[in-house]
């Protein structure tokens, strides 16, 4: 819900508040340091990649106004930077012009049409306007408190939680979820949304107590409630479930303090919105859906700086939930294409979120009404202990590591992106998993059968099932080893043939050039040691090797939806955790651009129909990582933080180890 211009902390989840719980929220957004619309920041060491600033953001929708593009009823989905053509970044130098664009995604409701345009802002003209057909952006913050309002004023509504023994509706709150596809025959074409209630009295954490059975789809277009199911009464959980200090009788004992200290300040310097690190360098920015991403990083080396990257971000989540009944099937949340991630970020908590020796960075984003607000502390960037880095008897190094950090609430669950900056040239991705479990109500408070609480979920409270489900995070990897002309290796390992010449038999590994674009459909093989390699065939290291990365999987898992189900049809990508592409800068999103109510075809499984050639070509890789979450008691009422991710190591791209210049610490 959004008031006077104000980043209602609602749009940090996708939840229906409650008038009178919008009001607590809205006060706590001003302690918290959410700030209106502010006048533009000068930023030094300007770029082409410089984020959006409040006036631009202003100056996009002013233009849009001039030019009778939009009025009074218009609501943007997003406003962000309309990144120039590649090959003017990689040749920008600082006497270069910028180019500075916008690009905007336009709702109209009273006409249910999207529309996307471009914006010169230094022109200040309009490129381009054009109407999306058949599509439907993510949801907008305002959306939840309209459907909010429809439900708790529905009769139908009204008596499904009177048969529960609710009376006072401000004692419950609704989730809004997008939800997923809607046939044409009954969506008509229109914008839904679905409500989830759960029971929150005496209680603050909102997810402990759901209101099992009940679900609610809301037509936002004509502004009714389509229809309520109601699946019959469930018991509701008695015990509230907070977390936190309030939660626990006795607490522990705390440990005695542990000092990060950084006498002379961070190894680290930071010029606009670049970072230099340790031979890294590397730029960063946040937008709405996408959130943090990262841009040209590269590595010096020999006295010039050599590129690894171009581009890499989250491209695509899904969350696929293994429970069929009614008022669940639907649960399949992406996370990014249908609510964004970089809208619902939350600012970095010091100390906890991140170490004493952080340094912040605020991102500027645009409202449902276009009107820009700083979220303050969404990026961190902090050193830390790496652990050994290297030994041999008593000659040793200990390793530093670099840390960028971003964090988002998608509803019940918080997720953190960590892009990790090693010493040796290696670069992670570090993801973390943690938040509340998405819970079922049930009737049973004890569970003593062997299945261990039915096929769809485990009993972690009495009254209180947490559904099985996934998470699969798709990266986007703009690669650019050492130039743009990269070819892809897969490298698989397997013991020799049986010979008599051998009787202990060996083992070797085996390099496959990917050629074209269907070909790098990839599958894991943990048989093999399957991984991955982008060289450069036309540059090579000091003993003949083309230089290259390997990307080397972490933990994965394969989907369990069936390959026809609606969640496999909207989420293609999901076939196969790898996927190259030859690059195309409008080809950005694993699942299409709009996803929202889609009937899926669109992204990578649409885009491979092409088979393009791959070798020796500007190429991007699509890389999942997927998580399979039964869950366990010890992780109610709030998760412990589960890791996940992947490594991008040099392989070949220096001939020895570049860790070698490391010095003993003093």
Known sequence: MRVAGQRDLRS????????????????FLLVCGYSLPCAAQEISDAHPLDPLTPQEISTTVSILQASHKIGADSRFASITLQEPPKDEVLHFTPESPIRRQAFAIVYESTHNATFEAVVDLKGR?????????????SLLIEEYGIAGGLVR???????AMRRRGITDLDDVYADGWAPGYVSPQEANGDRWICAVPYYTKGSSNEYARPIEGVLAYVDLNTKKVVKVVDTGVVPIAKAPEDFGAISVEHPRTPPTPLQIVQPQGPSFEVHGHE????????RFAVNAREGLVLYTVGYEDGGRVRSI?????????VMPYGDPSPTWSFRNAFDEGEYGLGRLAEPLVPLTDCPPNTRFFDAVLADDRGRSYTLPRAVGLYERDGGLLWKHALQSRRARELVLTFMTTIGNYDYGFNWIFHQDGT???????TGIMLPKGVAQTTDTMPAHGGTYGHLVAPNILAVHHQHFFNFRLDMDIDGEANSVLEMNTAPVPPDPRHPYRGFGMHETLLRTEQEASRQLNMASSRRWKIINPSVHNALGQPVGYTLVPGENAIPYAAPGSEVRRRAGFLSAPLWVTQYDPAQRYAAGAYVDQSPGGDGLHRWIHAN???NDRDIVLWYTVGITHTPRPEEWPVMPVHRAGFQLVPSGFFARNPALDVPKPE
């Not at 670069?427 to 998993?433: N, S």
């Open 12 to 27: 940090t989840c996708r939840r229906i508040a409650s008038p009178s719980r919008s009001l607590l929220r809205l006060a």
């Open 125 to 137: 003209q309009v490129l381009s306007w054009r109407k999306i057909s058949g599509v439907q952006p």
């Open 153 to 159: 004023a529905d009769p139908r509504w009204q008596a």
């Open 275 to 282: 970072v230099r690190w340790q031979r890294w360098r590397f």
């Open 309 to 317: 990257l171009y581009r890499a971000s989250v491209s695509e989540t």
């Open 427 to 433: 670069l992670e991705q570090e993801i973390d998993l």
């Open 612 to 614: 393009r050639p791959l």
